[in-house]
Antibody, heavy 121, light 111 residues
Framework: QVQLVQSGAEVKKPGASVKVSCKAS????????MHWVRQAPGQGLEWMGT????????SYAQKFQGRVTMTRDTSTTTVYMELSSLRSEDTAVYYC??????????????WGQGTTVTVSS | QSVLTQPPSASGTPGQRVTISCSGS????????VNWYQQLPGTAPKLLIY???QRPSGVPDRFSGSKSGTSASLAISGLQSEDEADYYC????????????FGGGTKLTVL
């Protein structure tokens, strides 16, 4: 079955960076784009960006441009999301979510379990 | 402030039918399809409806979606206690460089 397994919770200080991983299994890794979505405590969902696991091209939300980097490793079917210059407002649960097809306009169908990132001094 | 507008809350009694609205604009719902997600407390979102009204396998037919112009709706019939959750609509937005946008979420309470 399609499964996305994310790395564990992180606690970071303001100004630091965090890198979250998302290991995919149960489907052809390079045939589906992957989104990253975050959810601050008690808040709604926010799209951060998307990566094409085949070629590695990315599309980032304007809000995160310059601070976020999404990469992939096809040998381990894993995608990564790194967020730098962390501030307290980045405290959130970060989700990877498979796109339902090969393209940016395909929405999220299968979601990872989420990774809690806490930014605190 | 979310790009897509949903009511913050909705409620119903078991067996009732409830609807949740999602209002957008010509750059998102007006020109692209809508997905709906269900998020049970403490869990990741789950795809409920895609392409306006399609249900993934395993989603009960009690859940249905529709779209008209720049608005979409999610209907839940035969309400059950396990339907108590947060519901989000989402769509691609063509403005600027394009982005995925979500509604602010609707908390459904089963009375």
């Amino acid at each position: 079955q399609v499964q996305l397994v994310q790395s564990g919770a992180e606690v970071k200080k303001p100004g630091a960076s965090v890198k979250v991983s998302c290991k995919a299994s149960g489907y052809s890794f390079t045939s589906y784009y992957m989104h990253w979505v975050r959810q601050a405590p008690g808040q709604g969902l926010e799209w951060m960006g998307t990566i094409n696991p085949s070629g590695g091209s990315t599309s980032y939300a304007q809000k995160f441009q310059g601070r976020v980097t999404m990469t992939r490793d096809t040998s381990t079917t894993t995608v990564y999301m790194e967020l730098s210059s962390l501030r307290s407002e980045d405290t959130a649960v970060y989700y990877c979510a498979r796109a339902s097809g090969f393209g940016l306009l395909y929405g999220m169908d299968v979601w990872g379990q989420g990774t809690t990132v806490t930014v605190s001094s | 402030q979310s790009v897509l507008t949903q009511p913050p809350s909705a409620s119903g009694t078991p067996g009732q039918r409830v609807t949740i609205s999602c209002s957008g604009s010509s750059s998102n719902i007006g020109s692209n399809t809508v997905n709906w997600y269900q998020q049970l407390p403490g869990t990741a979102p789950k795809l409920l409806i895609y392409s306006n009204y399609q249900r993934p396998s395993g989603v009960p037919d009690r859940f249905s979606g529709s779209k008209s112009g720049t608005s979409a709706s999610l209907a839940i019939s035969g309400l059950q206690s396990e339907d108590e959750a947060d519901y989000y609509c989402a769509a691609w937005d063509d403005s600027l460089n394009g982005s995925w946008v979500f509604g602010g979420g609707t908390k459904l309470t089963v009375l």
